[in-house]
Nanobody, 118 residues
């Protein structure tokens, strides 16, 4: 089982990034997916989630209107489009998969660093 995030990097305030998370080794299409982030000295927080079929999405208050989660089940990939980035968005971003049939089965990626700085 693997979840591999990519697309992180350094971006200026007000800029955009698109994160990707490629899944393998499990039935991606039956898993709800989510993005989480952890800033230095802070607890990990969930920023966005999407159901197995993409029909329902949810966002944390701090990113609503700026971030968009989407998925492509044909490509076993989930995305996070991040716009209007600010320094407060600096964190390591992780993707998570949760089995829609067994909520205790959870997989995590290794994370990708996003740094927002001028």
């Amino acid at each position: 089982v693997q979840l591999v995030e990519s697309g992180g990097g350094l971006v200026q305030p007000g800029g955009s990034l698109r994160l990707s998370c490629a899944a393998s080794g499990f039935t991606f299409s039956r898993y709800s997916m989510s993005w989480h982030r952890q800033a230095p000295g802070k607890e990990r927080e969930q920023v966005a989630s999407i159901t197995w079929d993409g029909s329902i999405t949810d966002y944390g208050d701090s990113v609503k209107g700026r971030f968009t989660i989407s998925r492509d089940n044909a490509k076993n990939t989930v995305y996070l489009q991040m716009n209007s980035l600010g320094p407060e968005d600096t964190a390591v971003y992780y993707c998570q998969g949760r089995d829609s049939y067994s909520a205790a089965r959870v997989y995590w990626g290794q994370g990708t660093q996003v740094t927002v700085s001028s």
